[in-house]
């Protein structure tokens, strides 16, 4: 996913923390709050020394795999806690985090700017911090070159003028590729999306396991110039993308995002909870909302947050993204990828 690559830092480790509010890890404290987040969590330091100097609160940063990974340390570790916040649980997990009780009641002063759009239930558990669209991208130039107009849609892709153009990440493997899986759900329903897939296997769609893969290595849109000109990425995607003259080289197809959300919640038993809800309220205040876009390739939750001028021209918000409850997703998941898997890779 491009925000793997466009957010990947030095201090990120699985094995260890590290501090994102002064370079080393801290010194213990009774103001340390240990924040557990997937690998692509990234804040401006500045930032974060700012918070650091209001509120006398270090934090120490662990970094637990990407969002489905990070859910189930969370459900595995929930007696004795790693952490005291936890970030980067999205709405495809967000049902199993709240059903397993990971996350502690805590309503945010600063979600109601926002994040409250996004809640999952009637709880103040989760709050929402970012918004990500995964969608079709493709390149302009190189679908020009193939003498074929731009899809507009999920039945663009199933038309043979189409036919081997297409390039997706397994969603058993990949994020963007269950969210992409999900969006053929929401769009043709619990029964009739395998027919969508059977007609996508037949005029040569590609599974990789993963978005580098995909968009680096066979989207020809990206710098690593491959041969197909249809990839599955992020609405976002496309701001970095810009070619000499300014324009992008790259477009999201909007009418086939999936809109998938990442939440902040403090986790029960946590050691310090008091300064945990102040982190909390921090990820969703205008000074760490403004910083998400360039250092996340994420949407602020936020409302009337001004995305940078790259976003503004390539990259706006998509209005109409699909989506499915939580609970549907939780249920029907891994049922889901199965069906894929069998209709798809064989």
């Known amino acids: 996913m491009l925000r793997h690559v ?4 030095a201090c990120l480790s699985l094995v260890a923390g590290c501090s994102v509010s002064g370079g080393s890890a801290p010194a213990a404290s009774d103001h340390t ?6 690998d692509s969590f990234v804040a ?7 918070f650091k100097a209001s509120s006398g609160i270090t934090i120490k940063q662990v970094a637990s795999g990407d969002a489905g990974a990070l859910t189930n340390k969370l459900v595995l570790t929930k007696a004795n806690p790693i952490g005291d916040v936890a970030f980067g649980v999205d709405s495809t997990f967000a049902s ?5 009780g990971v996350f502690a009641e805590y309503a945010s002063p600063e979600a109601s700017k ?4 996004y809640q999952v239930d009637g709880s103040n558990k989760l709050h929402a911090v970012d918004v990500g669209d995964v969608c079709l991208n493709v390149d302009i130039a190189g679908l020009a070159a193939k003498g074929v107009p731009e899809p507009t849609s999920y039945d663009d892709l199933v038309d043979p003028k189409y036919k081997d153009m297409l390039v997706v990440e397994d969603p058993a493997t990949s994020s963007p590729g269950l969210a992409f899986l999900l969006g053929t759900i929401g769009k043709y329903g619990p029964t009739s999306w395998t027919e969508y897939w059977t007609k996508l296997k037949a005029n040569g769609v590609k599974v990789v396991s993963g978005w580098e893969e995909a968009y680096n290595q066979d989207f020809s849109g990206s710098a690593g110039k491959g041969p197909k000109p249809i990839v599955v990425s992020y609405a976002s995607s496309p701001s970095a993308e810009i070619g000499e003259d300014g324009a ?7 009418d086939t995002c999936y809109r998938q959300v990442e939440y902040a919640g403090v986790l ?3 050691k310090n909870p008091e300064d945990a809800k102040k982190v909390v309220d921090f ?5 760490f909302q403004a910083d998400v876009p360039e250092q996340m390739y994420v949407y602020p939750s936020r409302e009337g947050v001004k995305l940078p001028e790259s976003w503004e021209k390539a990259a706006p918000l998509p209005s109409a993204s699909q989506t499915l409850p939580a609970e549907q997703v939780s249920a029907n998941r891994e049922q889901w990828v199965s069906q894929w898997r069998t209709l798809v890779v064989g």
């Open 6 to 9: 466009l957010v990947a830092v």
């Open 33 to 38: 709050v240990t924040l557990v987040t997937h």
């Open 44 to 50: 401006k330091q500045e930032t974060l020394d700012a």
């Open 96 to 100: 199993r985090a709240l059903k397993e």
């Open 114 to 117: 926002g994040a409250q759009r």
């Open 248 to 254: 992008p080289r790259t477009k999201a197809v909007l």
């Open 268 to 270: 029960n038993g946590a």
């Open 283 to 287: 990820l969703l205040s205008e000074q």
